[in-house]
């Protein structure tokens, strides 16, 4: 099962490693180098957010209609190749809509929504087999190697992709693309040989389908999963919000190079792989919900501090920021995936793993979408890009405090009591077959 465990780390590396040049460097060479419209780069990487229920389709799919009796790897095969097509178009498009604005966002829509595509069918088909393969009781350490090998690749990719577009020009950061997504889809491709096992059994029948309406009343009718619901919202949308803007505001503020911003990512990433790995550690000793209010106050604190480097024109507060949010956003993960699966441990799971799985889309779509609108209108207000990221920032620590105070009044227990109720059951199993 170790081997398994790595080739499923791999092809979660893999779709990590497609993710990090557009979330990352290309989001700031368009925003500072080509002047693009911060709204418009974020509108571009939100459309895998937009595409998310189709999530819900690809699983029921893929669990009926087996190919070659494989369940799964053909969809991660066929996703990871979208995304990998997607990331080595992306830097095309960014270049065109800066010359042929239409063209260009024509491609964009293509690269962008080929990501979002292959992004989505990846990432439920290996989610599943994961699931699959590790059972009930091990699939909290299959999870954890995952998500582990997940950001020690986004750390070296990020390391490895500074020196790449070192001197930047255009044709370096072409060839960078080129260069992570032939390596992603070589290491995807490794993780899948003899991974699943041919399907043995025929497949399920059409007994029942998730629905979103069920899944909202379902939702709403259990007070304690709609505070969670929104809780998650809230907190994702202001940890993850800041994805697209981090690096151009290292441009705009203090004048970084574009192999500069870039290292940024890895050290969020470096914060974020210590935390959960101390977090881990504290699993079981210390309060789960107090080590998710630990996260949000470092990532609050994180958030501060990046705004006032942008008013005192500091490179060190900044990375000092940079460094408070990444320990925030590690510990904000464990812990938060720990209440998630505690308040999913009833014959409901499905039901709710799919609605944490939506408020995870619907909160980086909105964050995502928000940042940057927001950051268009005050730089346009104030004439002065700077203080467009400030207020941005500065909002995400406002909403951090929202969550604090929502968290306060998450019960697990009552959850559980209420989840429980029998005039429910039977409208929860039609949502969850």
């Not at 790595?6 to 990090?20: D, E, N, P, W």
């Not at 441009?251 to 935390?275: D, K, N």
Request: aromatic share 8%; glycine share 10%.
């Amino acid at each position: 099962m170790v081997l398994k465990r790595i080739q499923l780390g791999l092809i979660h590396v893999a779709v990590a490693m497609t993710l990090v040049p557009i979330n990352s460097t290309l989001n700031r060479v368009m925003i500072k180098e080509l002047a693009l419209s911060a709204t418009l780069v974020a509108v571009l990487a939100s459309l895998p957010y937009l595409l998310s229920p189709i999530q819900v389709m690809i699983g029921a799919f893929s669990d009926r209609h087996p190919l070659l009796g494989l369940r799964r790897t053909p969809y991660i095969a066929a996703g990871l190749l979208l995304c990998v097509i997607g990331l080595v178009l992306s830097p095309q498009a960014a270049f065109l809509i800066a010359t042929n604005f239409w063209a260009g966002i024509g491609l964009g829509l293509l690269a962008f929504g080929a990501w979002g595509m292959g992004f989505n069918f990846a990432t439920v088909s290996y989610l599943s087999l994961a699931s699959e393969l590790s059972g009930e009781r091990s699939r909290g350490r299959t999870v954890a190697i995952m998500w582990f090998m997940m950001i020690c690749s986004i750390i070296v990719t990020a390391i490895v992709l500074s020196h790449m577009v070192d001197p930047f020009s255009a044709q370096a950061l072409v060839r960078s693309f080129w260069i992570v997504g032939l390596a992603a889809l070589v290491l995807g491709l490794i993780g899948l040989i003899r991974l699943e096992p041919r399907a043995m059994s025929a497949p399920a029948s059409d007994q029942g389908e998730y629905s979103w309406g069920r899944l909202f009343s379902f939702i709403l009718e259990n007070r304690q999963a709609t505070l969670f619901f929104i809780y998650l919202a809230v907190l994702l949308a202001a940890i993850l919000g800041q994805d697209i803007l981090l690096e151009p505001f290292g441009g705009e503020a203090f004048g970084m190079p574009v192999q500069a911003t870039t290292r940024i990512t890895s050290i969020w990433g470096g914060c974020v792989l210590v935390a959960l790995l101390v977090a881990g550690g504290l699993d079981g000793r210390v309060n789960k919900r107090t080590l998710a209010s630990l996260g949000a106050w470092s990532a609050l604190a994180g958030f501060v501090l990046i705004t006032i480097s942008g008013l005192a024109l500091s490179q060190g507060i900044f990375y000092g920021g940079v460094v408070f949010l990444g320990v925030g956003t590690g510990l904000a993960t464990v812990s938060n995936l720990s209440l998630m699966l505690d308040m999913t441990t009833t014959e409901k799971v499905g039901l709710f793993i799919g609605a944490w799985g939506m408020s995870n889309a619907v909160s980086r779509l909105v964050g995502t979408i928000l940042g940057g609108a927001v950051r268009d209108v005050v730089a346009q207000v104030a004439h002065n890009p700077v203080t467009g990221y400030a207020v941005v920032f500065g909002i995400e620590a406002i909403m951090l405090l929202v969550s604090l105070y929502l968290l306060q009044k998450i019960d697990v227990g009552a959850f559980r009591r209420q989840a429980e109720q029998p005039s429910l059951l039977e409208q929860a199993s039609l949502a969850a077959d």
